[in-house]
């Protein structure tokens, strides 16, 4: 017999704490995501626009990152982050920091692809004809392709921040106390795995949908 009891009496940590990171452990699941994707994009665009550049000493090392990043589990970038960073720099990084960190350095790599291939999709002519007109190769980025490049990309990047927000839960391993955490805590004093890990899928899945849904509205928005 289930009983969401559980969830009911824990149910402002499981949110307030797990999801939204409000309360003594600093941690939650949307207080990493967010900055995460914003970050990410950020880097990301920089890391497209260097994969596209004429001088090799700037595309090639963007090459390098990209495809070094995307052929390594994120958990391994965590790991890395966690154990090895403290002990070069000689300083201890809390949980947050390790976990933002590791989440931007490898979700750069991947919107990064995004954003070239996004740009690529533009019709060269355009490009050209932007030149024509006088424009500068940071107008014709501005004003001309990435307005252009931004409409094809939604797909692709709302499918990444999903997988990010998912993802997140892989913070739990190093003690970050996001949604996952937070439901292992409470289970481990109440021993109610199917109640609580039901929950918080629910919680995932109201979320992720909820941004599939914005995204197919952006997309028609865009469309029109």
């Known amino acids: 017999m289930l009983d969401f ?20 452990f600093g941690g939650g699941t949307l207080r990493l995501a967010i900055p995460a994707i914003v970050l990410g994009f950020s880097i990301g665009v920089f890391v497209g626009l260097a994969r596209l550049a004429r001088a090799r000493w700037i595309s090639v090392p963007a090459t390098l990152y990209v495809e070094f990043i995307r052929g390594v589990p994120l958990v391994m970038v965590i790991f890395w982050i966690w154990f090895i960073i403290p002990q070069l720099l000689k300083l201890p990084i809390p949980e947050y920091g390790v976990a933002l960190t590791a989440f931007v350095i490898f979700e750069a790599a991947y919107f990064g692809e995004i954003v070239r291939a996004g740009i690529q999709s ?41 997988v990010l927000f998912k993802d997140t839960s892989l913070a739990s391993i190093i003690g970050y106390v996001d949604l996952t955490k937070a439901a292992q805590i409470v289970n481990n004093r109440e021993i109610k795995p199917f109640e609580l890990y039901l929950f918080i899928a629910v919680v995932y899945f109201i979320f992720t949908y909820s941004m599939s849904l914005f995204a197919r509205r952006f997309e028609r928005r865009l469309a029109s």
């Open 5 to 24: 009891g559980v969830v009911v009496a824990n149910f402002k940590f499981l949110i307030v704490q797990g999801l939204f990171g409000v309360g003594s």
């Open 122 to 162: 533009v019709p060269r002519g355009q490009v050209e004809a932007a030149t024509a007109v006088g424009l500068t190769f940071a107008q014709t980025m501005r004003f001309v392709v990435l307005p252009q490049a931004i409409r094809n990309m939604v797909p692709a990047l709302v499918t990444q921040m999903i």
